[in-house]
């Protein structure tokens, strides 16, 4: 045998060698079963520094945010597969509203809308308007949307209800467009605000 460049000792037969490299390949496994279980690349190399074996992990969670439900207790066996914990990321949170049959066509994907809440009735919050759903309630005669807004500061929270102001250019409203269905197309002032158009 000789000595190898991490002072692991080199086998110099070819049985040596097969039984190194099985190690090496049980090795190889075990630390691939372990990423699949979400055991990150640093607890490997502990353990992996250690040279020996752990039989109790701490599992951390893919996405950082809150517990928002917990579906088992300490000691507790589990399957593969089984939900553990529900965690939400709060930092960006949507509002689902409804909008009138005869307001769906001034909407549109990407408008910038201002959302407020009780809670903090001196604060407006930025967001988007993310999706329309396809299909309109026959009952109230609605599209449900969903708006997306921003949450670093955790303040807007699953369960409380927003008021949204929804960006609209005047132009896109109906009663400007048909203001200038009945007037010459080539109108040069705004009729509202009486600006020159353009």
Not at 37 to 58: C, H, P, Y
Not at 76 to 84: A, L, N, S
Not at 92 to 111: C, F, K, P, S
């Amino acid at each position: 045998v000789t000595a190898g460049a991490d002072n692991e000792v080199a086998p110099q037969t070819e049985v040596g060698k097969s039984l190194l490299e099985g190690r090496r390949e049980l090795v190889r496994a075990s630390i691939e079963k372990l990423q699949r279980w979400g055991i990150t690349q640093t607890q490997i190399d502990e353990i992996l520094a250690k040279r020996k074996a752990n039989f109790t992990f701490t599992i951390l969670s893919p996405i950082a945010g809150f517990v928002i439900k917990k579906n088992v207790v300490e000691g507790q066996e589990v399957q593969e597969g089984f939900p553990m914990f529900e965690v939400a990321d709060m930092s960006t949170v949507w509002i689902q509203a409804q909008v009138y049959e005869h307001q769906i066509g001034m909407i549109r994907e990407g408008l910038k809308v201002q959302a407020h809440v009780d809670a903090f009735p001196t604060e407006s919050f930025p967001g988007t308007l993310e999706f329309i759903q396809p299909r309109l309630d026959p009952s109230t005669r609605t599209v449900e949307v969903r708006f997306a807004l921003e949450n670093p500061q955790g303040k807007l929270r699953p369960g409380m209800y927003a008021s949204v102001d929804v960006n609209i250019a005047v132009a896109e409203l109906p009663e400007f467009k048909s203001h200038v269905a009945r007037h010459d197309a080539k109108q040069e002032n705004c009729p509202v605000t009486n600006l020159k158009l353009g």
